[in-house]
């Protein structure tokens, strides 16, 4: 894509090749592949596209509008996708820092609205390769975030492949003289301001002079006194959220798969449509050609025959069980390609928690992928947070002094883990009195230390803990007599300590 034109400081020269430069990354590959995996995600799949043919008596390829067309798109890639999500974010993302004002902080703008934003990043850069993410300044003079989408959005380089700016571009509905018309917004962004441009019915780009500030700052304000304040992010507020690193789509390596699977169930449906009757061979047939035959029989049951002829009646095996091998073969690929996880396997009965475990490991595996770009992307955002928590409440705190963490939830067999523990304390209690038998041989030392690894305790608390006990229950139990000196005469003191002399 030739973007030389929107580095341009000059709107009339930025204005000249954003028309170009917009239909070429609607025309773009990563684009069409980027909306057939929305398509598929949406349920839209190739197999409603189906058409049946069949060659008239002439010889020509005409299209069999009587015949059965089923066409059933199986959402395989919509399951994996949010199953994806789901496995990652179903619950909400973790952050820690040591200073527990920065904390509360955060949890401003960490709250319920950002999850929901993780979640449609995950979705979209799953279903088309990438997604953006955008920052801005809300209402309540706050930073958040949404997704900006990437059918809409690319990026702009320079020669060194540095990118310098962001084009975000959308359709508006207007209404001008009792119609309504469709124009073209661009929205050029860089580090500092952002300029508008629009484009009426598909010609060329204009600088849109309409606008009150243009090109202007990242946050414009206007108090209630009508005075305008202004400022910029000091960055693109654009992020470029990459699915993997090819940016491929979650669809691309399954796509081949699910169309086949479509195919093998929408011709069995087909097959069982349209030979739950016989075929009728005919001989002597002096009426119509055989294309008005094959509709007379579909349609009326029903076919005459000239003198001497007649009709025999056939029947058809469909080959069923070739068919449901192929799905399920297809089936076990698309999971396995597709690095899901498969519900419903069934194995051998033996569910324990190693055999689960097991059934998530392409999951597990497709996940690491996902989160390593989500924390690179968390320390865009967090970079972001930090310096707006500083303007706001005049603070100095610090990003990197923010950790992040997202907690995954397997499903085990509770059985398996109580019998486990059941396991782990009868092997416990072996040791110990294992212990306890070999105490007589050993120091009451090394017989408590032993004990304590057991039970993971410290040993010298435990040790301090019994001499304190001892000390304290000897001046219960009384001590022995001790002489003491009253006024010079020496007495024996009482033997229950406490202190007080005869």
């Not at 706050?142 to 700016?165: G, M, P």
């Not at 025959?305 to 009646?313: A, C, S």
């Not at 105490?439 to 004990?451: A, G, H, P, T």
């Not at 009253?486 to 229950?496: F, S």
Request: include cysteine.
């Amino acid at each position: 894509m030739n973007t030389k034109q929107l580095l341009s400081d000059s709107p009339k020269t930025i204005a000249e090749g954003l028309l170009s430069a917009i239909n070429q990354d609607r025309a773009a590959r990563a684009k069409e592949k980027a909306r057939e995996g929305v398509k598929y995600y949406e349920g839209q799949h190739d197999i409603l596209k189906n058409r049946v043919f069949y060659i008239d008596d002439n010889d020509v390829l005409k299209e069999d509008k009587f015949a059965s067309n089923i066409r059933i798109p199986h959402q395989f890639l919509t399951e994996q996708v949010d199953q994806k999500t789901q496995y990652l974010l179903s619950k909400p993302m973790e952050y820690e820092t040591e200073d527990e004002t920065f904390y509360s902080y955060l949890e401003e703008y960490y709250d319920e609205e950002f999850q929901l934003f993780l979640q449609e990043m995950v979705e979209g850069g799953s279903q088309k390769g990438f997604e953006y993410a955008y920052a801005r300044t809300n209402s309540n003079d706050k930073l958040c975030f949404q997704v900006a989408d990437a059918l809409c959005v690319f990026s702009i380089y320079d020669d060194t492949n540095e990118l310098k700016r962001v084009c975000r571009y959308y359709d508006k509905n207007i209404y001008q003289e009792d119609k309504e018309e469709v124009i073209t917004i661009a929205e050029i962004w860089d580090d500092k301001q952002v300029w508008f441009f629009k484009s009426e019915k598909g010609k060329a780009f204009e600088f849109d002079s309409d606008r009150e500030m243009n090109p202007r700052p990242h946050i414009l304000a206007v108090n209630q006194e009508g005075k305008k304040a202004s400022r910029n992010y000091e960055r693109i507020p654009f992020y470029r959220y990459k699915n993997n690193k090819k940016e491929t789509t979650d669809l691309q390596p399954i796509k081949a798969l699910i169309d086949d699977y479509d195919l093998m169930n929408a011709f069995m449906s087909n097959n069982l449509q349209d030979f739950a009757e016989a075929i009728y061979v005919v001989s002597g047939f002096q009426g119509d050609d055989l294309s008005k035959l094959r509709q007379n029989i579909k349609g009326k049951k029903v076919v005459g025959t000239g003198t001497g002829g007649g009709i025999d009646i056939k029947t058809v095996t469909i080959p069923v069980e070739g068919r449901k091998t192929k799905m399920e073969i297809d089936k076990e690929n698309i999971y396995k390609f597709g690095m899901a996880f498969d519900s419903t396997q069934i194995g051998d009965g033996n569910i324990t928690n190693i055999v689960i475990k097991s059934r998530y490991t392409l999951l597990n595996m497709k996940a690491n992928k996902t989160e390593v770009r989500l924390q690179a992307m968390m320390k865009w955002i967090n970079e972001m947070v930090t310096a707006d928590i500083n303007r706001r409440y005049k603070t100095s705190f610090n990003a990197s002094d923010v950790k992040f963490s997202f907690i995954r939830e397997v499903m085990v067999n509770e059985n398996d883990l109580v019998q486990n523990e059941k396991v782990m304390a009868e092997t416990k209690q072996i040791l110990i009195n294992t212990i306890l038998a070999s105490s007589s041989r050993i120091d009451d030392e090394s017989v408590l230390r032993l004990i304590c690894e057991q039970f993971e305790l410290n040993w010298e608390e435990v040790q301090s803990a019994i001499e304190t006990q001892s000390y304290t229950q000897g001046l219960a139990e009384g001590t022995d007599p001790v002489e003491v000196n009253v006024d010079g005469d020496t007495t024996q003191q009482v033997a229950n300590g406490t202190g007080e002399a005869d």
